[in-house]
């Protein structure tokens, strides 16, 4: 969703989707939370160099990840120098990179589950992986089923 902030000028666009668990969506925001802080710290590229990329360039690379995943070329070079890269690299090993970074910031809960999203994907990913490019109606239900039994307990679905 998108929410006005009018006192600083700004649009704030949440993008994070629920996970399959509390404790996957614990990691993200973990995570999340670390990268940022590391951003503002100056322990990634730096924050400063945000200010600079065009929106537009940025709802593209955006775009392109919703839509690919981590496998989305990432090849903006004032984006990866931001973050810290020095070349043209993917969703996924930015997301390396990044959590990388913060490791040893996160709980063992969030380290174990932000390294289930990097090697498996997002819940998405692994969903699609689990039903196949054209599932049945029985197939579709039965990976549901699977993932209302991993929310029920809080654990991750791999």
């Known amino acids: 969703g998108a929410i006005a902030r009018f006192d600083r000028g700004a649009i704030e666009v949440r993008v994070i989707d629920l996970q399959e668990c509390p404790m996957m969506d614990l990691a993200v925001a973990e995570v999340l939370v670390a990268v940022t802080r590391a951003l503002v710290e100056g322990r990634l590229g730096g924050l400063e160099a945000f200010k600079d990329l065009p ?50 910031e996160l ?37 549901y089923r699977e993932l209302a039994d991993h929310l029920e307990a809080d654990t991750f679905f791999a």
């Open 55 to 104: 929106e537009e360039e940025l709802l593209g690379v955006f775009t392109e990840v919703i839509r690919t995943g981590r496998a989305t070329p990432i090849a903006h070079p004032g984006l990866l120098a931001a973050m810290g890269l020095g070349g043209p690299s993917t969703a996924g090993a930015v997301w390396e990179h990044l959590a990388a970074t913060v490791e040893q």
């Open 107 to 143: 709980s063992p809960d969030a380290r174990n589950g932000i390294a289930l999203i990097l090697e498996h994907g997002s819940l998405a990913e692994r969903i699609l992986a689990c039903t196949g490019s054209t599932p049945d109606r029985d197939r579709i239900v039965a990976v």
